[in-house]
């Protein structure tokens, strides 16, 4: 499917009139249809005339707003494809695919993947997409592009059209492969739908794919996930028979019952493993040992960690950076660098989790120079120390003023960090402590213009911003295109909105009845003076 591409030069001028046209219309409203300013490449809610180039606007990373090595230069095809889903995303059907059918590109797998991407937040324009890619029979869509919009459809819960996709790969026949069953036992379960969950499993023959012990280890692994503990626990022991019972399977459960907090069923499941014929492992001291530590019951785990040493069971890095880590949260770093220490000494060498965690507690302390003394080391060493993204955010979150920021985005740069959709939360929220208008309609913009965001953390953000500052209608808009895009806004955020909606018809009854008030006052020494003018 091919139809001529504008020329590049004709693709410039025509940007620049419609950049024109927009400063020349004064076009100040935030409440401008998302998808035109998406086109004109324009911040929200931004004032031309405050600045004297409009393109300074396009870039929130100033030192290093044009480096190509920070952010990978967007598919033009994908945007295309993009800027006319949202354009049209209210519309009917048809008039979306018309539109698609006079775009100008050729349709690709990795061109499909990177649009749908882009909507994972954003099911029904997605689902468009793929529903007409499909039928249009230019290009026969693997196991990728399938497994993608069932991610998506299961994401936003559209079990119905999760259904219709499903029985599609069915009938083609040799699509359906074990991330296809991943991705439908993990969304069902975070769905809580467990019956389908489960009964996913038992189809698993109907799906052509092979029933075996590493499916029901996942199966157990997404109950887990979504705090469907008991549940797999009992399923560990009705297929007993069939699998057997191992210990990584064990770690699972045990696991599942530490990551919901809940050490009583965690100390009660610890001792069925020392009963079996199971022997613990490394991940099974490292589970248990950080359930008593996310407890507050750090004497323990310290006890189990000494132990571990005593009967020669060597702790590895991960369940050193656990008791770090508990260490750093009681504050007793001393003891936490002394740990720190203790590990190169026995000869379980630290990596970046290990360095990210005194970091992140030393940034909360204000120690500025031991984090930046352990971020030259971690380069220094390189290979699994070398800083990540994580380093740069807890970096990031210690930042007092705007200035800061560009110097931290550079050493990002330098060591090769991209910047991630959390990361631009987390920027976008830092402009909003620091109240920079222009930057935090900026980020939106960047974040929006490399398919990184805005997620339901995003809009979250904003809407509370906009709230705090009294802009009610820009925040309800915002709220509203959140809503539309099939994101499930959080309590509070919902209960804020409801509030400012009812506080907006009060201003407006109110300004109504100061209205009628007012034209009663204003009439009435006319009328007295008709009365003067007729007496004399």
Not at 88 to 113: N, S, V, W
Not at 154 to 167: A, S
Not at 304 to 333: E, G, H, S, T
Request: net charge positive; glycine share 6%.
């Amino acid at each position: 499917m091919k139809i001529c591409e504008m020329p590049p030069i004709f693709q410039q001028l025509q940007t620049i009139f419609w950049q024109n046209f927009y400063l020349t219309s004064k076009l100040m409203c935030p409440t401008i249809p998302t998808a035109y300013i998406r086109f004109l490449h324009i911040p929200l809610g931004r004032n031309p005339e405050r600045s004297k180039s409009l393109f300074k606007a396009l870039h929130f990373v100033h030192s290093v707003a044009d480096s190509d090595s920070l952010t990978a230069i967007p598919n033009e095809g994908a945007i295309k494809v993009q800027n006319i889903l949202n354009t049209y995303r209210d519309g009917p059907t048809r008039k979306i695919e018309l539109a698609l059918h006079q775009c100008c590109f050729t349709m690709t797998e990795d061109l499909i993947l990177n649009v749908l991407q882009r909507h994972r937040s954003d099911w029904k324009p997605a689902f468009i997409f793929f529903n007409w890619v499909s039928k249009d029979g230019q290009i026969t869509l693997g196991s990728g592009v399938y497994n993608e919009i069932l991610d998506i459809l299961g994401k936003m819960r559209r079990f119905e059209e999760l259904t219709r996709v499903l029985d599609e790969m069915s009938n083609r026949g040799g699509l359906v492969d074990e991330e296809t069953y991943r991705v439908l036992v993990n969304r069902y379960a975070a769905a809580h739908k467990v019956e389908d969950a489960i009964e996913v499993f038992n189809k698993r023959r109907d799906l052509g794919l092979e029933l075996n012990l590493v499916a029901f280890q996942k199966l157990l692994m997404c109950l887990c996930r979504y705090k469907h503990v008991e549940v797999a626990e009992t399923l560990l022991y009705s297929k007993e028979n069939d699998f057997g019972v191992d210990i990584k399977t064990m770690n699972i459960v045990l696991n599942g019952w530490c990551v919901l907090g809940n050490v009583h069923e965690a100390k009660r499941f610890w001792k069925d493993i020392i009963s079996s014929k199971c022997t613990p492992d490394l991940f099974t001291y490292g589970t248990f040992i950080k359930a008593l530590t996310e407890k507050g019951k750090l004497g323990t785990a310290m006890k189990v960690y000494r132990a571990m040493w005593d009967k020669q069971c060597k702790p590895d890095a991960v369940i050193c950076n656990c008791i770090i880590d508990a260490l750093c949260f009681k504050k007793r770093i001393p003891q936490a660098l002394e740990v720190f220490r203790e590990m190169s000494e026995q000869g379980c060498l630290p990596n970046v989790a290990t360095y990210n965690s005194l970091i992140k507690h030393l940034c909360k302390i204000r120690r500025m120079e031991k984090v930046y003394e352990l971020l030259d080391e971690m380069q220094e060493k390189k290979g699994s120390c070398m800083p990540n993204d994580i380093t740069f955010n807890y970096l990031l979150q210690s930042l007092k003023k705007p200035e800061q920021l560009p110097g931290v985005l550079e050493r990002m740069e330098m060591n090769g960090c991209k910047i991630n959709g959390d990361t631009y939360n987390l920027i976008l929220k830092l402009y909003v402590g620091w109240d920079c208008v222009e930057r935090i309609l900026g980020t939106w913009n960047e974040m929006e213009k490399y398919g990184l965001g805005p997620d339901r953390r995003s809009y979250t953000i904003m809407i509370h911003w906009l709230h705090e500052k009294g802009r009610f209608k820009d925040a309800l808009h915002y709220f509203c295109e959140m809503t539309s895009k099939g994101m499930v806004p959080e309590p509070r955020t919902e209960i804020l909105a409801n509030a400012m909606n009812m506080k907006l018809k009060e201003n407006d009854a109110e300004q109504g009845e100061k209205g009628i008030i007012d034209s009663k006052r204003s009439s009435r020494p006319v009328h007295k003076r008709t009365r003067k003018t007729r007496a004399r």
